[in-house]
């Protein structure tokens, strides 16, 4: 009986959604899951007569037999968006929306960071690890890493990934290529450690491409490692802020190297990485050069990190501008979608992949989950963001993990630990943002990064229309791509 | 669903969680969503008694028979435990028991 009361002094209103249209469709974005629905004529009718005023469960379905559903089906209707939470109600038992959950303590290591040197050849201005921004402090610290220190490395690493078919070795730096030697042994070592166990491990690479040269692009394609090249786009603006330590520009070097590299390269895609600062913001041109002109297979954009007073830094007006060039882009990868053909800005892409799968996020990312940094000297970080900083040491390879440390970051990061993403309906896949960009523009990694959250909103609306749009005609592309996701 | 149509794997998921609630048994702590006729299953819902014995430990003194404890376990779960075995020795242990709640005074015991 109690259930026949509450529904009938059940007042209705929306749930936690985004609703978007794409395709001469209506859909919703469900926040509290991550889920993605189409919505039939009647559904959308219930969610507009709720986004004027509340309506008890009466009244919704006289309105709906006076849209034209006999009652059964209107009691359906509402049932239904009861049962997704797109629409709620007060009366009903009180049980909270769920939050996403913590991974467990011992969730398995999936990937590491290699830090197998500090060092670099560059000096670009804006750079995390060496510029205004820095957090690392690596004074007094070796500044390449021991084979000693890598091998311990791989073996914490096979060690913490119980239960798992494949793990992941991503060497960074520094500049990565100023410890190839080391590189070449950790790659042989951990292959036939992992074959041992008959498991298997992948590798990637970041690099400035300056000191690629033939023999390392023959090791790199031989042995499947993806290649990921931080770079700013065409000469003059490659020029612009990535320079030698003599402030020479580094495009003359690393042209002729990366057009060795793509070619010869084919068994893993090679991405490049490119980072949108003051006078940096014309991302189709950079796009074009990158992709058409050089020939890269992906091409993903992120604006600086800074504390928001660098002058490298985007303003509003640059950003607004960044935007602008995103949608052109992202419309271009709309019609390559529906054609049925890859396009290479990655910025979709990776979003799109995340919405495939509905994404509910804890944590912006697995920084402190299933992967950590390891620095020169063995310390682990949450990230390779992170290495190097005293601050966020989280444990040494040779004793492991300090839990109440990666508690303590986690509990921060926590995207229900972050008040200002309680209303955000973007919150699914953002979950605050970068907690290295927090640290560093808040001095804390548990902070909402607020600077971009109109931004990430309209992104993620622009990538919700584009996915609705696929999803509606060309549905197939999505399978292959979550395949394709699934393999990388 | 009939009026949302799911299109990302999380979706799929809650659709085919709420087709479980729509086909199948619901539990007696869920609301349906319109009144519809509710089959509960399940010893502890129905009238299938429990495993019991009497004060002393036996089956004597029980209130019914120990026979009417089993019948259901005898014909829709093969429970395995010490049931009549109607597939191998006891085919026809129920044929005069048509319905549990009026006819369990003609269950008979089994001696093996």
Not at chain 1, 85 to 95: H, L, Y
Not at chain 2, 79 to 84: E, G, I, L, R, S
Request: hydrophobic share 35%.
């Amino acid at each position: 009986m109690t259930s026949m009361t509450s529904m009938a002094q059940a007042r209705y209103r929306r749930g936690e959604l985004h609703e978007f249209q794409a395709a001469d469709q209506e859909f919703i974005y469900l926040v509290t899951a991550g889920a993605i629905f189409a919505l039939d004529d009647g559904a959308s009718a219930v969610l507009r007569s709720l986004a004027e005023r509340e309506m008890s469960h009466a009244e919704l379905v006289d309105a709906l037999v006076e849209h034209g559903h006999d009652r059964g089906d209107a009691e359906e209707l509402i049932g239904e968006l009861r049962y997704v939470r797109g629409i709620v109600s007060d009366a009903e038992t009180p049980v909270a929306a769920p939050q996403p959950t913590s991974p467990p303590a011992d969730f398995p290591l999936q990937a590491l960071v290699l830090n197998i040197t500090n060092q670099c050849n560059l000096a670009c201005t804006y750079c995390y690890e060496f510029g205004a921004d820095k957090i690392a402090t690596p004074d007094g610290k070796p500044k390449y890493m021991t084979l000693e220190t890598a091998t311990a490395s791989v073996d914490f690493l096979l060690t913490q990934s119980a239960g798992r078919q494949a793990v992941h070795i991503t060497f960074f730096g520094g500049e990565t290529l100023m410890n190839f030697k080391l590189l070449r042994q950790v790659v042989e070592y951990a292959r036939e450690k992992a074959a041992s166990q008959g498991r298997g491990i992948g590798f990637s690479l970041t690099t400035n491409a300056t000191l690629l040269t033939d023999e390392i692009i023959e090791f790199l394609a031989d042995n499947e490692i993806g290649v990921t090249v931080s770079m700013d786009g065409p000469p003059d603006l490659q020029d612009l802020r990535r320079v030698d330590k003599r402030g020479r520009g580094t495009y003359r070097i690393i042209e002729p190297k990366l057009r060795k590299l793509i070619a010869r390269h084919n068994s893993r895609a090679i991405t490049a990485r490119v980072t949108l600062t003051d006078g940096v913001t014309d991302v189709v041109r950079i796009y074009r050069h990158l992709k058409d002109d050089l020939g890269f297979d992906e091409v993903g954009f992120a604006p600086v990190t800074n504390n928001g007073d660098q002058a490298y830094a985007l303003d509003d007006k640059g950003m607004d501008g960044v935007v602008a060039e995103f949608h052109t882009l992202a419309d271009e990868w709309l019609e390559y979608a529906l054609r049925g053909e890859r396009h290479g800005f990655s910025n979709v892409s990776e979003t799109i992949g995340e919405l495939i799968q509905g994404a509910n996020k804890s944590h912006p990312c697995g920084a402190g989950i299933g992967l950590l940094g390891v620095s020169p000297s063995g310390d682990l970080s949450p990230c390779h963001r992170f290495t190097d900083a005293d601050t966020h040491t989280l444990g040494h390879i040779s004793s492991g993990v300090d839990t109440a440390k990666r508690e303590d970051f986690l509990a921060r990061g926590h995207v229900s630990a972050k008040y200002e993403c309680q209303t955000c309906w973007a919150r699914p896949l953002c979950a605050g943002g970068c907690h290295h960009e927090a640290f560093v523009r808040y001095g804390d990694t548990g902070h909402a990064n607020l600077h971009y959250c109109d931004w990430i909103r309209q992104w993620t609306d622009t990538c919700l229309r584009i996915y609705g749009a696929v999803s509606a005609q060309n549905p197939q592309f999505l399978e292959r791509l979550a395949e394709r996701k699934a393999l990388s | 669903m009939k009026h949302l149509r799911p299109i990302n794997r999380k979706a799929e998921r809650i659709d085919q969680a709420a087709s479980m609630t729509e086909e199948d048994v619901v539990a007696l702590q869920q609301q349906p969503d319109k009144p519809k006729p509710h089959v509960p299953m399940g010893c502890s819902l129905a009238f299938f008694p429990g495993w019991e014995v009497d004060a002393g430990g036996g089956t004597a003194g029980l209130c019914q028979p120990v026979e009417r404890d089993i019948y259901d376990c005898y014909v829709t779960c093969f429970w395995p435990v010490q049931v009549a075995d109607h597939v191998n020795y006891s085919p026809d242990w129920a044929s005069n028991c048509a319905i549990a709640t009026k006819d369990w005074r003609k269950l008979d015991l089994v001696f093996p």
